[in-house]
């Protein structure tokens, strides 16, 4: 025995700052069975040498190896890496002693007693902060022998370390794109990935040249999938074979790894990576700030704003500080009641208060009323409605704080398009991180009132106050008929004729509580039935309210041109190879939708395109609350509509079309399916 | 007319926060201008880029005791390399050193000018970038790490000298040498086919 201890052991080559040797996990090799060769590799202290991919610099050893004939010798079995920073540069590799194991399979015909001798050219580059390459011919000798006197050799320990770090190959493939600058991967939420995501420094792409090894991997994760996403190396090539990722477990030190395929699943620079934290942030800003200029947000904030600029300076701040928590903190309001309903195991997405014909009927009480009263119908007087008064003569901190509520209620529905990326991350992430995007969402909105009244100078841009404010303020009213006629419109589309007739009912009630309120002064009369009367109109208009809501709603009527969206329609469609399919998720409440039903797809020209490339038309309506709709947007990254999805018809990937479509765009689209 | 100064005031707002929101992105790309570079060389004299407008450039980063330099130096492939641009096709050749003080690499202008002596290499210059201002421009990583940039100043080319990454001087004939082969496809009006390749070698040891 002593002897083939000596055998395994004949090999040590010292070089500058290591020493490397081959070596073999059993003392001998027993005839028939293959054995475990590593090359032993100990750095120097403070040195280190490469995995496979070494990262920003580096090289990963490399091995020739001369053998006896009929034998053949494994690939490395890389242990996963360490993490090592070398000023602004990641390097992935190992400190300290340690083995890459490979499986050797001797030739097939050996007798105990004889020897087997292999021998291996390696070379390596080992480095701290500068570097030294080196090579060697390591050698070995094994005896044969037979199975009950094989014992392991002194590096066992070393083999068994290694083979902890290999990492375990996964069942499921990854997909990987490396569009929009990044390298994203999309896993499945399966295997051991059900009940653990891995962290973003104990993560290792195996191939060189791919990601930008210092930059931060970002890691997002949906029901179904998790997503990595590290931005791309300057030097990628745009090519890249036989790919796979590496992600370690903490916990217990375990290593897994998926192998992937290239995907164009994703073709939206938003979708391929998640946004960067920040980035989602500014376009949450962004789309809050869009949102001022929506026809039913902004003649509430104009005259908010004007009566803003036209109050003494040192009023101003503190208004437009309340006006700012009153849409912030509605926004939370809003937020937090979706992201609960969600962690209840609710399918819902933004948009999900317009789902209800209840709160469409309160909107358009609201608009309805802020209407009269910017046409100077009724002025709301007392208590009645803080933002009654924010709108007409009161400028107190109260005032603007509901003006900001009401902002905020009026803008839900003009979700603009840019926010649907944001909104659509907000939901995925930790409740906290989401609700941080809700909050920029918010001062977005409320940023031009902060502006007014930080900036006096933008003041001065502003027209002064005189009585054409008046005016203006009338004219305002008609863009909230505008909207308040839409909201009408969708509640039909959610209900029946009859909710039509009842909420109509009630706003006709309103105008003529209105009116009463007017004329006490003038009919004495009326005064002592004033305040039945106003009671039972109020509850009257409550009450048709509460039966529009709860009107069944009509049997669609089935337009030809389309089916209607489930899973099974969509399989269906796709399963049959002389079909594509054009997927549209929609929403009477949704804007953007509308228009783009209107600009792009209810031409003739698209119908035609339709036949003539053979495709099936379906169309999910999100109207109303529908589960399987939400599933669907969610499987792309979605949480929101509108989503329109084209599928070619020969089985390839979706494609997602921009949320903005143009008559082209979509022809196109449809065009380019042969 | 009053809708009309809303409008313009949160128009403003927008372009504000727009450019609030770009990002400096200093890494340089290859078909976009090359990064500005203003540095001293060996003698003293100052380089700046749009100097060499009109004229095809080739950036050198190098370490003279570092493995993968000395293998294109000892076996005379840079040197080579650096005379056939210069002969072949007129170019500006900038060998610069962005080791700090006292680092690896990290060279005064007589000891640069002694090695290029020694070494028999033909550089147009040899610009001493101490600070690591021009390396992080141009993004440098390792030595050596090429840039090509054409007479437009654009940027052309970016990566490793040659295609396989080893400190093995038996290599070099196996490997096609990129910026060689960049600059013949300049030569024949031919956009260069690799034009960003796996950069190899030390890092580069910037200052702080």
């Known amino acids: ?674 | 007319m009053k809708m009309g100064n809303l409008c313009k005031v949160m128009v403003a707002a927008t372009a504000l926060l727009c450019l609030g929101i770009t990002p400096s992105l200093a890494a340089p790309v290859v078909g976009q201008p090359a990064p500005a570079f203003e540095v001293v060389d060996t003698k003293g004299q100052l380089h700046q880029l749009a100097d060499f407008a009109g004229q095809t450039v080739v950036l050198e980063w190098t370490n003279h005791d570092c493995p993968f330099v000395k293998k294109h130096y000892s076996s005379s492939n840079m040197q080579n390399q650096q005379r056939t641009a210069k002969d072949a096709h007129d170019v500006v050749w900038l060998t610069v050193i962005s080791s700090s003080p006292g680092t690896q690499g990290h060279v005064s202008p007589e000891q640069a000018d002694e090695l290029t002596q020694s070494r028999e290499a033909a550089p147009t210059a040899v610009l001493l970038d101490e600070d690591g201002q021009m390396g992080r421009a141009y993004d440098a990583r390792v030595t050596p790490h090429m840039y090509i940039i054409d007479a437009s100043q654009t940027l052309v080319y970016m990566g490793g000298i040659d295609s396989i990454p080893s400190a093995r001087i038996a290599d070099i004939s196996e490997a096609t040498q990129y910026v060689m082969e960049g600059l013949k496809e300049m030569a024949a009006d031919q956009p260069i086919s690799e034009s960003i390749t796996r950069p190899y070698g030390c890092s580069i040891k910037y200052a702080d």
């Open chain 1, 1 to 674: 025995m002593g002897l083939w201890v000596n055998s395994v052991n004949a090999n040590p080559v010292q070089r500058d700052h290591i020493e490397v040797e081959l070596v073999s996990r059993t003392q001998a090799i027993v005839p028939g069975t293959t054995i475990e060769l590593g090359l032993r590799i100990l750095p120097e202290t403070h040195w280190h040498t490469y995995w496979q991919n070494p990262g920003d610099s580096g090289i990963a050893p490399t091995l020739t190896w001369s053998l006896p004939e009929n034998a053949s010798i494994g690939e490395i079995r890389w242990p996963y890496p360490e993490r090592i920073e070398i000023g602004h540069l990641v390097n992935y590799g190992y400190e300290g002693e340690h083995v890459l194991p490979m499986t050797f399979t001797p030739p097939p015909a050996l007798v105990v007693g004889e020897t087997v001798a292999v021998s291996v050219d390696a070379s390596w580059l080992v480095c701290r902060i500068e570097c030294i390459p080196g090579e060697a011919t390591l050698s070995l000798s094994l005896p044969v022998v037979t199975s009950q006197i094989n014992q392991p050799s002194q590096f066992e320990s070393l083999f068994e370390s290694a083979e902890q770090r290999y990492p375990e190959l996964q069942a499921q493939v990854g997909q990987f794109s490396t569009e929009a600058n990044q390298f994203s991967v999309r896993l499945p939420r399966t295997g051991v990935l059900t009940d653990w995501t891995p962290t973003s420094d104990r993560i290792f792409v195996t191939t060189p040249n791919v990601v930008d090894h210092a930059k931060d991997v970002f890691i997002s994760q949906g029901e179904t999938w998790v997503q990595i996403a590290q931005p791309l190396s300057p030097y990628f090539s745009g090519e890249v074979n036989d790919i796979a990722l590496v992600a370690v477990d903490d916990v217990t030190q375990t290593a897994y790894t998926w192998s992937l395929q290239k995907t164009d699943l994703i073709t939206e620079a938003a979708q391929t990576a998640p946004p960067a934290y920040a980035m989602v942030l500014l376009l949450a800003l962004g789309g809050g700030l869009l949102l001022n200029l929506m026809p039913c947000v902004f003649p509430v904030l104009s005259i908010k704003a004007l009566h803003v600029v036209s109050t003494p300076a040192r009023q101003q701040r503190p208004q437009a500080i309340a006006y700012t928590v009153g849409v912030v903190g509605s926004f939370m309001f809003i937020a937090s009641v979706l992201l609960a309903l969600r962690a209840g195991g609710q399918a819902m997405g933004w948009g999900f208060q317009l789902q209800s014909p209840l709160i469409v009927g309160v909107l358009i009480y609201v608009f309805f009323i802020m209407g009269l009263s910017l046409s100077g119908f009724v002025t709301i007087g007392g208590q009645w409605m803080g933002w009654g008064q924010s709108l007409t003569e009161d400028h107190g901190v109260r005032g603007s704080f509901t003006t900001g509520v009401l902002a905020t209620i009026v803008a839900s529905p003009c979700t603009a398009p840019f926010m649907g990326v944001a909104l659509g991350a907000a939901v995925l992430m930790p409740w906290f991180l989401g609700l941080g995007v809700f909050v920029m969402l918010g001062l977005g909105l409320a940023l031009p009132m902060l502006l007014l009244a930080y900036l006096p100078q933008l003041g001065r841009w502003l027209p002064k106050p005189g009585p054409w404010m008046t005016t203006f303020k009338e004219l305002m009213a008609f863009p909230i008929y505008l909207s308040t006629v839409w909201l009408v419109w969708v509640l039909a589309r959610q209900t029946s004729a009859s909710a039509v007739a009842y909420i109509l009912t009630g706003l006709v009630v309103l105008a003529f509580l209105c009116w009463l309120h007017k004329q006490p002064e003038r009919y004495r009369a009326l005064s002592g039935y004033r305040h039945s009367l106003v009671a039972f109109g109020l509850i009257a208009a409550l009450a048709m309210l509460a039966s529009a809501a709860r009107t069944p709603p009509n049997e669609q009527e089935q337009d030809t041109v389309w089916l209607n969206y489930s899973p099974e329609t969509l399989q269906a469609a796709r399963d049959d190879p002389t079909q594509a399919v054009f997927v549209n998720m929609t929403a009477d409440w949704c804007v953007t939708c509308l228009v783009n039903e209107q600009v792009a797809l209810s031409s003739d020209a698209f119908k035609e395109a339709l036949k003539t490339n053979q495709v099936v038309y379906i169309k999910g309506d999100w109207t109303r609350r529908d589960p399987m709709i939400t599933d669907y947007l969610a499987s792309f990254d979605r949480n929101g509509v509108p989503l329109y999805v084209f599928y070619p018809k020969d089985g390839g990937p979706p494609r997602v079309l921009p949320q903005i479509l143009t008559p082209n765009l979509v022809l196109e689209a449809i065009g380019n399916s042969q």
